[in-house]
């Protein structure tokens, strides 16, 4: 089955304990991103990468980093995650942005993280 | 820089009516793409539509159906004869074109559907 997947869904934390959540897509995509979602805000671009070894910053990547090693995998990884971290984590990736199909992102189910 | 603006935070309408979730949006951008997802109350998103700046066909998918005006930079979502089911927050999106990248959300629309 076509998937993006996330791990772990839920996870509670310690303000400066390092975390990384891991992202995964089996459908051969090229482009990946992450997203934050908080009430009234929306989801908002954190990174995102378009193809393997290249990323780049998307409206909110302070506190965030990632990496892309593999096609298939983009793990965010918060170094010394912060109380105003506590959000909703989606995962998505496309095709390929040079494909009219490819504007479509399918969506993991998301990670919902608590900092204490 | 893009932006896209739901000005309705909240609709609630008792099943059977029509509802029309508007949407917004800005980019300097001549070729663009909007979509829109659903988000029900188990949180995953849902993939509805995608349309290209230069396509302004309406499109009408079962009970939905989405309104594109460019001259107004509008893209509205109505549901006709709407369903519990269609319970959910709605998001409308934009991508630029090919070297812009972000996908800009609104800031949704939650959906409520009263039986």
Redesign the interface.
Known sequence: EAQVTQNPRYLITVTGKKLTVTCSQNMNHE?M?W?RQDP??????IY?S?NVEVT?K??VPEGYKVSRKEKRNFPLILESPSPNQTS?Y?C?SSLS??SETG?????G??TRLTVL | AQKVTQAQTEISVVEKEDVTLDCVYETRDTTYYLFWYKQPPSGELVFLIRRNSFDEQNEISGRYSWNFQKSTSSFNFTITASQVVDSAVYFCALKGDFGNEKLTFGTGTRLTIIP
């Open positions: 482009y991103s997203y009234g805000l929306g989801l908002r671009q995102y378009m780049d998307g409206d909703l989606f998505a942005i040079s504007h479509e992102q399918f969506f189910p998301g």
